[in-house]
T-cell receptor, first 112, second 114 residues
Framework: SQQGEEDPQALSIQEGENATMNCSYK?????LQWYRQNSGRGLVHLIL?????REKHSGRLRVTLDTSKKSSSLLITASRAADTASYFC????????????FGSGTQLTVLP | DGGITQSPKYLFRKEGQNVTLSCEQN?????MYWYRQDPGQGLRLIYY???????QKGDIAEGYSVSREKKESFPLTVTSAQKNPTAFYLC?????????????FGPGTRLTVL
């Protein structure tokens, strides 16, 4: 069963603009992770945010977590064509620190 | 180079045949996972293994089997009992014994049933 759901399903922006993707989840979590997948490739871990954190930065990435709303957002600033990919949120399955459940992803297209 | 490898990259199977997908990691990770991904969808967990000689069913284990005889290897067999096996299969690993575990993914195997 999928815990996280991303919104929007697809997003198309111009190079240089910011891209925001949202993730909602259902049960209490101790962390939430974001992954990136280029077409036909494996996933790459981007960032992990713990439940006691509200915001985290990594380069051009900014992740927020609102545990009261059970939601997270991923912001990519000053997007580049190379950011074109699918982005997934993932959260631990209740009772398991190592099992993750993945959302259905947001397909981001950055136009040059 | 440390990493996780999968082979083959593309695999074609005739209906009724069993096929085995390879997954190897040299990251010294305890935990390994197999996921299935259908077009435009997220990942669904097939099987996972916390340690050698132990594995657990995920959400969609029916028609699949695994083994974990060595820490670095976690092969997945797609059996003829899997009615719709055409998909992209991803293997992942993570460090055991921690509360927060990012997963490292292989490049995937695309299986097509002819």
């Amino acid at each position: 069963s999928q815990q996280g759901e991303e919104d929007p399903q697809a997003l198309s922006i111009q190079e240089g603009e910011n891209a925001t993707m949202n993730c909602s989840y259902k049960t209490s979590i101790n962390n939430l992770q974001w992954y990136r997948q280029n077409s036909g490739r494996g996933l790459v871990h981007l960032i992990l945010i713990r439940s006691n954190e509200r915001e985290k930065h990594s380069g051009r990435l900014r992740v927020t977590l609102d545990t009261s709303k059970k939601s997270s957002s991923l912001l990519i600033t000053a997007s580049r064509a190379a950011d074109t990919a699918s982005y997934f949120c993932a959260s631990p399955i209740s009772g398991s620190a190592r099992q993750l459940t993945f959302g259905s992803g947001t397909q981001l297209t950055v136009l040059p | 180079d440390g990493g996780i490898t999968q082979s083959p990259k593309y695999l074609f199977r005739k209906e009724g045949q069993n096929v085995t997908l390879s997954c190897e990691q040299n990251l010294n990770h305890d935990a390994m996972y197999w996921y299935r991904q259908d077009p435009g969808q997220g990942l669904r967990l097939i099987y996972y293994s916390q340690i050698v000689n132990d594995f657990q069913k995920g959400d969609i284990a029916e028609g699949y089997s695994v083994s974990r005889e060595k820490k670095e290897s976690f092969p997945l067999t797609v059996t003829s009992a899997q009615k719709n096996p055409t998909a992209f299969y991803l293997c992942a690993s993570s460090i055991g014994g921690m509360d927060y575990n990012e997963q490292f993914f292989g490049p995937g195997t695309r299986l097509t049933v002819l």
